[in-house]
């Protein structure tokens, strides 16, 4: 049985338990990433009519033309929905239409012809260099009573700074994934696509003090995760954000989730230097023109700096 916010028609649930073999199997999608897509794809079928002559409730999926997607999403938009997300179901709608027309459910494909609203530009929250350094420096402080918890956290947060990797990346990494000696760390990211990522040596030197005190907190039946939870079990993501916005309150910076360091770290390489397409390979993004949106956070920071220094600004 499929689940999805909204309860397919019984005869749907064929159709709808295909297309997430094939989100899970050929696209590699993670569960919740399937489960969003899948309740999208349950929304649209349900706005089709029923399927002349059918035994059960089907939707008629040859109805699905450019029409048919067009006010949906005018559905969409009638409710307020933002564009962010009228942006990502009109992607959604495009991908079901794409499995439908390759598998033989419909003639043509209409989501080519599909026009996606563009999403609000919307400006991360990240943290200037000098804060992310006060953030470290208290992570760091806070680890040198020895508590196996307070190192793990200044190690985890060394090394989501210091990559920029996704929480869910970050959670995911065994110990013989990260190689300490040459400072790379082996990531498994959006559609199972796997990268190495650099680092520095103050990520390696928390990490090793981690890995030092990681028994402690180690048990008989631990996986080989490289960061633990308090119960010896892999370090999961809601813990880690927690633990991040924990230490931005010690450390008097502005409060941030753990995509905050994410971008803050984006931020800071190009900043530095770095090249568009280097920090696009570090932060595995599938497109460039995601990376790009760091450029204006740089721009704006340049600006405020001439503003402020230049004799004749």
Do not use: C, N
Request: no cysteine; proline share 6%.
């Amino acid at each position: 049985m499929v689940s999805t916010e909204t309860h397919p028609r019984p005869g749907d649930e064929e159709i709808l338990h295909a297309y997430a073999g094939y989100l899970e199997a050929q696209r590699g999608m993670s569960p919740h990433s399937v489960r969003a897509y899948l309740g999208d794809a349950a929304q649209l079928l349900a706005t089709l009519p029923l399927r002349s002559g059918a035994p059960v409730e089907t939707s008629d999926v040859a109805a699905l033309d450019l029409t048919a997607l067009r006010g949906w999403l005018a559905e969409q938009a009638r409710r307020r929905m933002s564009r962010a997300t009228l942006a990502r179901r009109s992607a959604a709608a495009r991908a079901f239409t794409a499995w439908a027309h390759r598998t033989g459910r419909l003639p043509s494909d209409p989501g080519l012809r599909l026009l996606a609203p563009r999403p609000d530009t919307v400006v991360p929250t990240v943290l200037a260099v000098d804060e992310a350094a006060a953030l470290l420096d208290v992570a760091r402080t806070r680890a040198d009573d020895g508590e196996p918890v307070h190192v793990r956290d200044w190690a985890a947060l060394e090394l989501l700074y210091a990559t920029g990797v996704r929480v869910s990346e970050l959670v995911g990494i065994d110990i013989a994934d990260a190689d300490l000696d040459q400072r790379l760390v082996r990531v498994l990211g959006k559609g199972a696509k796997e990268r190495m990522v650099p680092f520095g040596r103050p990520a390696s030197a928390a990490v090793r003090e981690w890995l030092a005190a990681r028994p402690s907190l180690a048990t008989p039946t631990s996986p080989d995760a490289l960061f633990l939870g308090q119960r010896g079990g892999r370090l999961d993501a809601r813990q880690m954000r927690d633990v991040v916005h924990r230490l931005t309150a010690l450390a008097g910076v502005r409060d941030l989730a753990p995509h905050g360091l994410r971008h803050s770290a984006a931020t800071h390489l190009l900043e530095g230097g770095s090249d568009l397409r280097s920090v696009q390979e570090v932060l595995g993004h599938s497109s460039l023109a995601t990376t790009q949106r760091y450029t204006h956070i740089s721009s704006e920071r340049l600006r405020a700096a001439f503003t402020q220094a230049h004799p004749r600004a």
